[in-house]
């Protein structure tokens, strides 16, 4: 099964990139992780998102087509970066993100979410 873990962002991770003694730390923490899973077949892609200050959102109402700029309000709803991985199940999935480094300064969250596969789609 392939999953989607989703790094969420932060207030921090808003502000972008710092260069500081932890981002040193975390880069090479996620490092040896991202090694980890590319080692263990388990890792598809990967990588991390600008702030949203760089981003842009395409708002539909039926035909209509509307260009918001970032940067977007409540970093706890954005996503500062993802993996992409190839699991047995979910059980597999938690594993490994249990296993992952913090990848902010503070409290921080993944979120895995599975892909629709085409034996989903019926």
């Avoid at 842009?56 to 039926?62: E, L």
């Avoid at 594993?95 to 409290?107: D, K, S, T, Y």
Wanted: proline share 7%.
């Amino acid at each position: 099964m392939r999953v989607m873990v989703l790094v969420k962002a932060t207030e921090d991770s808003e502000q972008g990139l710092t260069q500081t003694a932890w981002m040193t730390e975390m880069l090479e923490a996620m490092g040896k992780f991202n090694d980890e899973l590319r080692n263990a077949g388990i890792l598809l892609a990967a990588d991390g998102l600008k702030p949203s200050s760089h981003g842009k959102r395409i708002a539909f109402d039926g035909p209509r087509r509307t260009v918001i700029d970032g940067p977007f309000a409540e970093a706890k709803e954005l996503v500062a970066g993802f993996w992409l991985w190839e699991v047995k199940d979910m059980d597999e999935a938690v594993a490994w993100g249990r296993r992952c480094p913090n990848p902010m300064p503070g409290p921080s969250e993944i979120e895995i979410r599975p892909l629709y596969e085409l034996a989903d789609l019926g």
